[in-house]
């Protein structure tokens, strides 16, 4: 699921207060509207504005603004091959949808580009504790709503994350490569798994009992997991680009 704005603090990552506001004013009426508990997801930060984002829980659902909260819109399904286009621009995002890019004599808006950055962001990046999803005795893949967080001697360690399913997504039974997997809960890869090896750094913060998760692919995206209870959750705060220095990093 996308994030609880409390848990924003983490490396410095905090929103003004009149983001917050419209926020608490906004989420409730979106999740109305779109029948669904919409959550914010992040920020996109640009030359000339920002774009604060939210989705909702199964991950279909995303909306941005670019006045703070006050006025949300759709963003755009890209199809794949307008999705490779905009996976090569790069630079900064300038803070305006309508932004018009040309690679290949391919024309992208800014507003997909965006699009595209939140879908790859969640494949990628967005993370789960083992459990916190389940698959039915029909194979659908639900909240697990009997999850009640990790234990803490699990909490510190990656293989009990999982990156997070999604609903348009197939996963095959060959990704279950362990002995002691649970197909009813395993039903995605460990991102102990993900390479290069490294890539993923966890950070314990005792104030708030809280194991957090940071991707060096994706500079600003976050995870969280309060172990014992059934909180967790991830943001994403930064420039909107992948780390093309991770090679040299590792």
């Known amino acids: 699921?996308?994030?609880?704005?409390?848990?924003?603090?983490?490396?410095?990552?905090?929103?003004?207060?009149?983001?917050?506001?419209?926020?608490e004013r906004s989420l409730p009426l979106l999740s109305y509207e779109y029948k669904d508990e919409v959550q914010f997801w992040g920020k996109v930060i640009g030359?000339?504005?920002?774009?604060?984002?939210?989705?909702?829980?199964d991950g279909g659902t995303?909306?941005?603004?670019?006045?703070?909260?006050?006025?949300?819109?759709?963003?755009?399904v890209v199809d794949e091959s307008v999705s490779e286009v905009c996976r090569k621009i790069r630079g900064n995002?300038?803070?305006?949808?309508?932004?018009?890019?040309?690679?290949?004599?391919?024309?992208?808006?800014?507003?997909q580009r965006l699009g595209v950055f939140i879908r790859d962001c969640d494949r990628n990046v967005a993370v789960a504790p083992r459990g916190a999803f389940s698959k039915n005795e029909v194979g659908s893949i639900e909240q697990n709503l009997a999850f009640t967080g990790l234990p803490p001697s699990a909490a510190g360690r990656l293989s009990s994350y999982?990156?997070?399913?999604?609903?348009?997504?197939?996963?095959?039974?060959?990704?279950?490569?362990?002995?002691?997997?649970?197909?009813?809960?395993?039903i995605n890869e460990s991102i102990a798994q993900d390479t290069p090896q490294g890539i993923w750094s966890l950070k314990?913060?005792?104030?708030?009992?809280?194991?957090?998760?940071?991707?060096?692919?994706?500079?600003?995206?976050?995870?969280?997991?309060?172990?014992?209870?059934?909180?967790?959750g991830y943001y994403y705060f930064g420039?909107?680009?992948?780390n093309t220095d991770l090679a040299f990093m590792l």
């Open 162 to 186: 999982l990156h997070r399913p999604f609903k348009d997504t197939v996963y095959e039974p060959s990704l279950l490569k362990s002995e002691s997997s649970v197909p009813s809960i395993d």
């Open 47 to 57: 030359i000339q504005g920002d774009y604060l984002i939210c989705q909702g829980s």
């Open 1 to 23: 699921m996308p994030c609880e704005i409390s848990f924003l603090g983490h490396q410095g990552n905090r929103l003004a207060s009149s983001d917050v506001a419209s926020l």
């Open 204 to 232: 314990l913060d005792p104030a708030l009992g809280t194991i957090f998760g940071s991707s060096l692919l994706y500079p600003g995206a976050v995870w969280y997991h309060k172990p014992s209870t059934p909180i967790y």
């Open 239 to 242: 420039d909107g680009q992948t």
């Open 62 to 76: 995303g909306l941005y603004s670019t006045d703070g909260g006050n006025r949300w819109y759709l963003v755009p």
């Open 93 to 111: 995002f300038v803070g305006d949808p309508a932004y018009g890019y040309t690679i290949g004599g391919v024309a992208v808006r800014e507003v």
